[in-house]
């Protein structure tokens, strides 16, 4: 009893597209695995940052009298942002933006004011960097008391990208006269800051 084949013929280059069709497909999603778990991963640990509490605050005064009367401006660390990025397989990008609230003093007669502040890198307990930067700011017409924020800073660490801690840490606060910081250090309530 013969079988007629011309119908078997007619379904198979569909069968064959299909199969191929199929094989194509689960390659593509076998590649879209390497994806998916590159982003899974978890970020890059940053250094520990602190805020020295006698480096939090930035009193400016006319003269050198300590008086309400006197006081040109006053500002203060008020938050701390950043992330770290890998950079490269031995640099650690890490980015840092400081928010600051300013309050006006009964002395100014200027509209602007520019502040200097300081991010320092620590290795163990050593300063192997530091890094001065100067926010300047206008003075609104209307408030005497705004808040402002630092302009975004990029630092590389000669480090790997892990999410583990490192011997890294940094210190941030506002870059002080002796006089500013003597200020700060016997009038102003001792606080600590510590951003993770």
């Known amino acids: 009893m013969p079988y007629d084949l011309t119908r078997?013929?007619?379904?198979?280059?569909?069968v064959t597209?299909?199969?191929?069709?199929?094989?194509?497909?689960?390659?593509?999603?076998?590649d879209c695995g390497?994806?998916?778990?590159?982003?899974?991963?978890?970020?890059?640990?940053?250094?520990?940052?602190?805020?020295?509490?006698?480096a939090a605050?930035?009193?400016?005064?006319?003269?050198k009298s300590t008086d309400y009367r006197d006081l040109v401006a006053r500002a203060s660390i008020v938050k701390l942002e950043g992330d770290c990025l890998a950079g490269g397989p031995k640099d650690l990008k890490t980015r840092v933006v400081l928010h600051i609230t300013v309050e006006r003093g009964p002395a100014s007669t200027t509209e602007a004011l520019s502040m200097p502040w300081f991010i320092a890198v620590l290795h163990g307990d050593r300063i192997v960097n530091k890094h001065i930067f100067r926010h300047t700011i206008t003075f609104p017409a209307n408030l005497a008391t705004f808040d402002t924020t630092t302009k975004l800073i990029t630092i590389d660490l000669p480090i790997p990208p892990r999410n583990v801690?490192?011997?890294?840490?940094?210190?941030?606060?506002?870059q002080l006269s002796r006089s500013q910081l003597e200020y700060n250090q016997t009038h102003l309530k001792r606080a600590t800051y510590q951003a993770y």
């Open 8 to 14: 078997l013929r007619s379904l198979l280059p569909r």
């Open 165 to 174: 801690d490192s011997d890294y840490r940094f210190e941030v606060g506002f």
């Open 34 to 54: 390497g994806g998916e778990s590159a982003s899974m991963e978890f970020a890059p640990a940053c250094p520990i940052t602190h805020i020295p509490s006698e």
């Open 17 to 30: 597209a299909s199969g191929a069709l199929a094989v194509g497909l689960l390659t593509a999603l076998t």
């Open 57 to 63: 605050d930035y009193y400016l005064y006319k003269g």
